[in-house]
């Protein structure tokens, strides 16, 4: 209970006074009530939370992992299965691909984002701070900011028969190439990401600019100095000094990828087949149309446990100490 | 040497500039697709001859924007101030008042922080049905305030631990009690942290999809991004008038987002940073 400036716990009667008054002086009544029961009277400040936290987010949590052990219909008794539906999950093919499927987007969503952001971060250094700067900053920030809804739509037709990426391939020729991105085997999965590549860049590539920008120049020319060329120069200076920027935009973006859902439910509902379906979309699917309530929350729990367990590392590696 | 850091800057430049061509790209496919006449098949890029603007009175009526945007006000205004209000209240519980036992209370929070939606989606389906508030407004409201706690208290008690204890010493040798303290001190010194988080949680909620289709049937009753969902699915091979809807739906953030655009860049910076 002591604060960084060092002052005596309050209430215990040699709190030094502010503005310099005699600490001696006897404290005033309402100081010392204020000592011993504020520490306890604090919770009210936080219960509201603590509230709304264990009535929508912890209870249903605990009975995600209780149905996880059911299979349910939602409707009629359910029936104790054990870690059955578990099994499911770790042994189906379907649901194995569909896991998979989330790990492949991780390419798309942070993988590349955060390697081209890297490469416009070293390359500009500093985005400038006239009109220009914030106008590139604005619009590198818009696909963050409309609904991932709006962002699935709008990509679902550039990459359509008839889309932008079509045309622009006929345009320079590639006929041969041309094809509905989302609706081919092959490309479907890629061209998700793709989506998910383009909500990322902007913010990974504004992330890393400003954390660019606090690095001090001198490190820089000290590496020239040394003789150090463009790549030992990203490796030596960039790289350790960006480390605690690259982290979040991997937390962020690799969380993203695992939960996503919108992007995935309005461009192609998870198809063709299951090619693009992703954790997130099966659970809705399971726990809402199939009435496989039961599979859907161990679904649930180890998405859950998926996204704990690639984050935690990269916040570790990355928090860790500051180079 | 200068030579190359110059070469080298101007690579960057046409790196950002393509950068933000791709960004717009999609944009205005979809605006050249909505402009064209009704009824016709678009192609990617291609500006109509004859742009016909009233596509987007059309799908104004078709999309009930009116109702809509109603419905997202009232979701937004029943989530984010009590939100608010009571994330700041707590994290001037745990980060100011250091509450006995808070760090136990900030644990618990901290498990929330990537905790993905889909994971407990379907046991609050069944517990809004219980409470029998499946396809209101409250069954989109009261999870979202929920879910909203370990990234909304975390958020400002991260601001309340820097304030100096020193400033409540002050203010209560004047006599004031923990709650005049509370509003006439502190909440007036965390408006920054507290603007931020009230813009990022009215983007969230705006955008929010998976509980609006879960929760409630009723497009008019949902989010924006909600019903942009009901009207793709009515709408979908109609892409002149999807692509018009699309775009009328994304506009009020847009409006938002261009007016706060500073504020907004700043709280989604230190919003990722911190989350």
């Known amino acids: ?323 | 040497m200068n030579l190359t850091s110059r070469s080298e800057r101007v690579s960057g430049r046409i790196f950002l500039i393509a950068l933000v061509v791709v960004t717009l790209l999609p944009f205005l496919s979809m605006l050249s697709a909505a402009l064209q006449p009704r009824g016709t098949v678009p192609t990617g890029l291609a500006w109509p001859s004859d742009p016909q603007w009233g596509n987007f009175v059309d799908a104004f009526t078709a999309a009930n924007m009116g109702a809509l945007l109603k419905s997202s006000m009232l979701i937004v205004a029943g989530v984010v101030p009590i939100a608010v209000l009571i994330a700041t209240m707590a994290g001037f519980g745990l980060g100011h008042l250091r509450v006995a036992g808070g760090h136990l209370a900030f644990g618990l929070l901290l498990l929330g922080l990537t905790l993905p939606f889909e994971a407990v989606v379907t046991p609050l389906y069944y517990q809004m049905r219980d409470l029998g508030l499946l396809n209101t407004r409250w069954a989109i409201i009261l999870p979202l305030i929920g879910l909203y706690m370990p990234f909304a208290v975390f958020w400002m008690r991260a601001h309340f631990t820097n304030v100096p204890r020193e400033l409540s010493e002050a203010a209560r040798v004047d006599g004031s009690n923990t709650w005049q303290l509370f509003w006439r001190v502190h909440v007036p010194l965390a408006r920054p942290a507290i603007a931020s988080l009230t813009i990022l949680l009215f983007l969230w909620t705006w955008n929010q999809f998976l509980l609006a289709i879960v929760m409630v049937d009723d497009a008019t009753k949902r989010t924006m991004a909600g019903a942009l969902g009901a009207f793709q699915g009515q709408w979908g091979t109609d892409l002149v008038l999807l692509c018009a809807g699309s775009l009328l739906i994304l506009t009020p953030t847009l409006i938002v987002f261009v007016i706060f655009q500073r504020q907004f860049i700043k709280a989604l910076l230190q919003g990722s940073v911190k989350g």
Request: aromatic share 10%; proline share 6%.
């Open chain 1, 1 to 323: 209970m002591t604060s960084a400036l060092g002052s005596v716990p309050a209430g215990s009667g040699t709190a030094p006074r502010p503005g310099g008054a005699d600490p001696q002086l006897p404290v005033r009544p309402h100081r010392k009530r204020w000592g011993r029961t504020a520490r306890w009277v604090g919770w009210l400040w936080v219960l509201p939370a603590l509230i709304m936290y264990g009535v929508f987010v912890l209870r249903p949590l605990v009975l995600t992992v209780q149905y996880s052990l059911y299979r349910w219909n939602g409707i009629g008794t359910a029936q104790w299965v054990g870690f059955d539906n578990y099994l499911t999950v770790f042994t189906d093919r379907d649901l194995l691909k569909i896991i998979t499927n989330a790990f492949v987007l991780i390419i798309f969503f942070s993988f590349i984002p955060v390697a081209l952001g890297l490469l416009v971060a070293s390359l500009v250094r500093r985005i400038t701070t006239g009109p220009g700067g914030t106008l590139v900053r604005t619009v590198l920030f818009l696909p963050q900011v409309i609904p991932l809804v709006a962002a699935g739509i709008a990509w679902s037709w550039v990459l359509s028969s008839n889309g932008l990426v079509n045309q622009l391939l006929r345009t320079v020729g590639l006929e041969r190439v041309t094809r509905p991105w989302l609706g081919e085997f092959s490309t479907a999965l890629p061209s998700v990401g793709v989506i998910g590549t383009w909500i990322m860049l902007g913010l990974c590539t504004i992330l890393l600019v400003t954390g660019m920008s606090k690095i001090d120049p001198s490190l820089y020319e000290a590496a020239r100095m040394d003789g150090a060329g463009p790549i030992r120069e990203f490796f030596a200076v960039t790289l350790p000094s960006l480390r605690q920027e690259i982290g979040v935009c991997l937390t962020v973006t690799v969380i993203a990828a695992l939960a996503s859902f919108d992007i995935v439910y309005t461009s192609t509902s998870g198809g063709p087949g299951i090619q693009t379906t992703v954790p997130g979309l099966e659970i809705y699917r399971l726990a809402f149309s199939q009435r496989q309530v039961g599979l859907a929350s161990a679904l649930g729990v180890v998405l859950m446990l998926l996204v704990l367990v690639c984050v935690l590392p990269i916040q570790r590696l990355t928090r860790g100490e500051k180079a």
